[in-house]
Structures are given as structure tokens and as C-alpha cells.
T-cell receptor, first 117, second 109 residues
Framework: GAVVSQHPSWVICKSGTSVKIECRSL??????MFWYRQFPKQSLMLMAT?????????EQGVEKDKFLINHASLTLSTLTVTSAHPEDSSFYIC?????????????FGPGTRLTVT | RKEVEQDPGPFNVPEGATVAFNCTYS??????FFWYRQDCRKEPKLLMS???SGNEDGRFTAQLNRASQYISLLIRDSKLSDSATYLC??????????FGAGTQVVVTP
């Protein structure tokens, strides 16, 4: 199946710093990518929908100024956690939707584990 | 109320046995339904889609009951490698995937 990569796979940062996570679709062009967050033993929660060339659509309760999303190309979306705090420590997973003509399925990246100290 | 609810388990299953579990969803306008598998500290991976008539993929059988708004997954002849968390996922009317918190299955030798 299609491959979606994420980088880094894990990161530890100090409180107050910013962290950028990259999500790439490796063998298809994704006009839409999604960013999720998962806390231990909880479901994946959609944070935002990222559309190439336009502003991301954030879910209710997700601060757009804190979680900056940029979808600069059809194969790359980035999530920047600004001024990170320990409560932002979580598993961040992106997914990319394949074009409808290729099935329209959503493929998930391997996730990024963020720990804020 | 959560969009998708699941029994968190764990379901402890002897190797070779059958295990079944359900999930319920709240939005009757939901479009499509899936079961994903998630291993510890990994991303979810699509196990199978769930069709209205029910469908089978090897040892896995999925059922959908739209009237009662629940989806089931049955695993026959459980293998040790089936140990994982199984996520019930619903595509809502906005085209977004809604995830359950998962049902943990532990297959024991």
C-alpha cells in the first residue's frame, strides 16, 4: 500500500520551545492531510485538516496559533507545536488521503512521540 | 457523548479460540465503517472495511447493524500475533474519520 512518512519519530524538547513535525506522502500526491493526537489509552483525536495551498481547518478546541500547520506541497505537511508545554506530550499521527481516482483511502504515518520536559 | 464507543477490554483469549467484540456509533448519517489494528506505540493500520452485508477476510469477520448502530468484529482461530488494540472507525458525514478508543485483545499461549 501507499506509504506516509513522519519525521522525527520521537522528540524530547524543553518547555517553551517549538517543535516541527513533518509528514510526507511518498508515492502519491495528497491534496488533503490530517493531523491527529493520541493520549495513552485514548482514541485518536483529529486536530486539523490540512489542504494543499490553503489554510488548515482546525477542530473545535484546537488552538490554531499553537499548532501551526503548513501544507506547502502535495506531498508535505508540517505541524509545528509552538511554545510546547508538558501537557502537549502526546503521540502525533498524520495521515494522507489518496486521490479519489486512486481509491481515496487514508494512509497513516508512523507517528511522532513528543515528550515535553 | 463520544461518536464511537468501544469496550476497552482487555479480552484475554487462548490461542486458537474465537473472540468477538462490538462498537457503537452515535451518528446515524455515518457513511463508512472500518476496523483498524493498532500495535503498542505504532500507528493504526487498516484491518478491513465493514460492509452492510457483512464481510469476511480470512479469520476475521465484520458485521454492521445500521438499525442498532453497531459494528462487530470476530476473530477465529486466534493467533498470538493477533494481540493488539482494535480500533472501530467511522467515516462521518463530513468525511472525517472518527475513532473509538480501541478494544485490547491479548492472545495467550
Amino acid at each position: 500500500g501507499a506509504v506516509v512518512s513522519q519525521h522525527p519519530s520521537w522528540v524530547i524538547c524543553k518547555s517553551g520551545t517549538s517543535v516541527k513535525i513533518e509528514c510526507r506522502s511518498l508515492d502519491f500526491q495528497a491534496t488533503t492531510m490530517f493531523w491527529y493526537r493520541q493520549f495513552p489509552k485514548q482514541s485518536l483525536m483529529l486536530m486539523a485538516t490540512s489542504n494543499e495551498g490553503s489554510k488548515a481547518t482546525y477542530e473545535q478546541g484546537v488552538e490554531k496559533d499553537k499548532f501551526l500547520i503548513n501544507h506547502a506541497s502535495l506531498t508535505l505537511s508540517t505541524l509545528t507545536v509552538t511554545s510546547a508545554h508538558p501537557e502537549d506530550s502526546s503521540f502525533y499521527i498524520c495521515s494522507a488521503r489518496a486521490p479519489r481516482k486512486e481509491g481515496g483511502e487514508q494512509y497513516f504515518g508512523p507517528g511522532t512521540r513528543l515528550t515535553v520536559t | 457523548r463520544k461518536e464511537v464507543e468501544q469496550d476497552p477490554g482487555p479480552f484475554n483469549v487462548p490461542e486458537g479460540a474465537t473472540v468477538a467484540f462490538n462498537c457503537t456509533y452515535s451518528n446515524s448519517a455515518s457513511q463508512s465503517f472500518f476496523w483498524y489494528r493498532q500495535d503498542c506505540r505504532k500507528e493504526p493500520k487498516l484491518l478491513m472495511s465493514v460492509y452492510s452485508s457483512g464481510n469476511e477476510d480470512g479469520r476475521f469477520t465484520a458485521q454492521l447493524n445500521r438499525a442498532s448502530q453497531y459494528i462487530s468484529l470476530l476473530i477465529r482461530d486466534s493467533k498470538l500475533s493477533d494481540s493488539a488494540t482494535y480500533l472501530c472507525v467511522v467515516l462521518d458525514s463530513w468525511g472525517k474519520l472518527q475513532f473509538g478508543a480501541g478494544t485490547q485483545v491479548v492472545v495467550t499461549p
